[in-house]
């Protein structure tokens, strides 16, 4: 069973850092993506970074030029380094993660861990 463990939320104030990251286990499938996404109180979930098995990342445009997405393929971890944090990044970030073994399509979530930037 697939299993995603997220880790480095907290509090931090305007201007300020986090890292997060996620460690995937339970593989038995390729991965294709593995990503974050984020949600707000009384908003829908959206998509925040993702970066494919081959590297390629793709950003929301809110966070462009702050936030860098890695990935260890090796170790199944993908990190997400936050820079110049706003009070409106705060929401529950969540880890996700996308494969594919034969005609069977997997998509995975973390349980979320929790940013708030605020002073």
């Known amino acids: 069973q697939v299993q995603l463990v997220e880790s480095g939320g907290g509090l931090v104030q305007p201007g300020g850092f986090l890292r997060l990251s996620c460690a995937a286990s339970?593989?038995?499938?390729?991965?294709?993506?593995m990503g974050w996404y984020r949600q707000a109180p009384g908003k829908q979930r959206e998509l925040v970074a993702t970066?494919?098995?081959?590297?390629?990342?793709n950003y929301a445009d809110s966070v462009k030029g702050r936030f860098t997405i890695s990935r260890d393929n090796a170790k199944n971890t993908v990190v997400l380094q936050m820079n110049s944090l706003k009070p409106e990044d705060t929401a529950v970030y969540y880890c996700?993660?996308?494969?594919?073994?034969?005609?069977?399509?997997?998509?995975?979530w973390g349980q979320g861990t929790q940013v708030t930037v605020s002073s």
């Open positions: 970066i494919t098995s081959g590297g390629s990342t």
């Open positions: 996700n993660l996308k494969g594919v073994r034969g005609n069977v399509n997997y998509n995975s």
């Open positions: 339970g593989i038995t499938f390729s991965i294709n993506a």
